[in-house]
């Protein structure tokens, strides 16, 4: 199991951004140099976190996109679920009722998905401050 580089760049994205003053903007191409990607890109990225209102975007010369307001706390889930999608990472080939393989492997998934709910991404933020601070 593996998730794309969009995720890890969404995910790296969405740090940044909350690094930053609360109401500053970051443009797409500050975004796309931190993370050596094209600001092509990185835009398809930013229009799915925008879509699932994990940030905000402005348009225009001095536009940009910080992280929503109505967003306190954004999961490791809610990014993934924002570039990755909402569906099951297995899917029984045989269909047969009460199979006990998909019965574990939705456990699992279920257990895995609870566990990226708890994880946010403020605390990532937390530490990386922190860890600033030291330097």
Known sequence: MRYSNATNYALHTIVHLM???RESLVGVQELAEMQRLSPTYLS??????TKAGLIQSTPGAK????????KHEISFL??????????????CTIHHEGCLIESTMRK?????????ESML???????????????
């Not at 398809?44 to 976190?49: D, F, G, M, V």
């Not at 809610?78 to 297995?90: M, N, R």
């Open 63 to 70: 536009g940009g996109y910080k992280i929503s307001t109505t």
């Open 19 to 21: 690094l930053q003053p």
């Open 78 to 91: 809610d990014v993934i679920h924002a570039i990755e999608g909402d569906t099951s990472l297995f899917e």
């Open 44 to 49: 398809k990225i930013l229009t799915k976190l």
């Open 108 to 116: 699992a998934e279920k257990n895995m998905k609870s566990e990226l």
């Open 121 to 135: 991404l403020n605390d990532i933020a937390d530490e990386a401050k922190a860890k600033q601070k030291k330097s």
